[in-house]
């Protein structure tokens, strides 16, 4: 079993910028896909972010394409979202993800059926 726990989400002005963390418990993160959700009010759970395991290709929606960027850091087991210019309809409560697969130059994890284990949330609010 993962556990995942986000952090930094909070009230920021348009224009501003974030660091959401997840931090993960249980062994071998670094064969893990990681990934970032949102969910607005009365929207459904929308893609952001994932990072490949091995080597650590990226994929974005093009609504945060340019402006936010994942990462990872294997030894601390944790995996961040960068947030720059902030927007209003960023706001949402944003979902870390995780699952255990095998890196592939031709799939992008971009359905939330492409993880298994998610945080409990962290809201992030931009003001306008």
């Known amino acids: 079993q993962v556990q995942l726990v986000e952090s930094g989400g909070r009230l920021v002005q348009a224009g501003g910028s974030l660091r959401l963390s997840c931090a993960a418990s249980g062994r071998t993160f670094s064969n893990y896909r990681m990934g970032w959700f949102r969910q607005a009010p009365g929207k459904d759970r929308e893609f952001v972010a994932t990072i490949s395991s091995l080597n650590g290709r990226t994929n974005y929606a093009d609504s945060v394409k340019g402006r936010f960027t994942i990462s990872r850091d294997n030894a601390e087991m944790t995996v961040f979202l960068q947030m720059n210019s902030l927007k209003p309809e960023d706001t949402a409560v944003y979902y870390c993800?995780?699952?255990?697969?095998?890196?592939?130059?031709?799939?992008?994890?971009?359905?939330?059926?492409?993880?298994?284990?998610w945080g409990q949330g962290t809201q992030v609010t931009v003001s306008s």
């Open positions: 993800a995780a699952d255990l697969a095998t890196d592939s130059p031709y799939y992008t994890a971009r359905s939330q059926y492409d993880y298994t284990y």
